[in-house]
């Protein structure tokens, strides 16, 4: 059974104090691993897929990264609107589903 | 840009009723998929469709059933209501096999069953 475990479950940042959030996963044939925020009360929002060890990707003060066992979500300087919940999931190959770790709620104080 | 759309954003009923969430998706999407939410359980899967009257079963199927008679269109039935049910549902769809798999989530429904 495939397993994916965020941590920490929550994270308390000042504006501009940079962090990573990490997920480590098991999964039987990686295809995808994939990054979401979640604002309160609404649908997960699309963030990255990495497919490959080794593979990083980045969209605006945010960059994530991918090993074997583990992929960071890096927050460089956050400011208070990247206070959310980040949820990350893998894929296995061959199918539709993804598996989804329980998210780190982040919370960016000014 | 991708659009998921959920019938109704909060919904009360009462134990016993039978329940209809729909979701609409605009991008031609082969796959689409139905997802409860709750705290510290995080999203599970309830059944997917990878083709029109095509569907299967996700890791928590009971109490549930679907349908999707057209592309764009997939509903999640509760056939007699629970308070158990009572939960955050979302929806989300994503291209086939050949395109990306990323799947685009709606803004869900909040079911409160009393």
């Known amino acids: 059974e495939d397993q994916v475990t965020q941590s920490p479950e929550a994270l308390r940042l000042q504006e501009g104090e940079s962090s990573s959030l990490n997920c480590s996963y098991t999964v039987s044939g990686l295809r995808g691993l994939f990054w979401y925020r979640q604002d309160p009360g609404k649908g997960p929002e699309f963030l990255f897929t990495?497919?490959?060890a080794g593979e990083e990707k980045e969209k605006e003060r945010l960059k994530a990264t991918l090993t074997k066992k583990e992929s960071f979500l890096h927050i460089t300087a956050p400011k208070p609107e990247d206070s959310a919940t980040y949820l990350c999931a893998v894929q296995r190959s061959n199918d539709y589903k993804l598996s989804f770790g329980a998210g780190t709620t982040v919370t960016v104080r000014a | 840009d991708v659009k998921v759309t959920q019938s109704s954003r909060y919904l009360v009923k009462r134990t016993g009723e039978k329940v209809f969430l729909e979701c609409v998706q605009d991008?031609?999407?082969?796959?689409m998929f139905w997802y409860r939410q709750d705290p510290g359980l995080g999203l599970r899967l309830i059944y997917f469709?990878?083709?029109?009257?095509?569907?299967e079963k996700g890791d928590i199927p009971e109490g549930y059933s679907v349908s999707r008679e057209k592309k764009e269109r997939f509903s999640l039935i509760l056939e007699s209501a629970s308070t158990n049910q009572t939960s955050m549902y979302l929806c989300?769809?994503?291209?086939?096999?050949?395109?990306?798999?990323?799947?685009?989530f709606g803004p869900g429904t909040r079911l409160t069953v009393t």
């Open positions: 469709s990878y083709d029109v009257k095509m569907k």
């Open positions: 990495l497919y490959s």
């Open positions: 991008m031609d999407h082969e796959n």
């Open positions: 989300a769809s994503s291209a086939g096999p050949k395109l990306s798999y990323e799947q685009y």
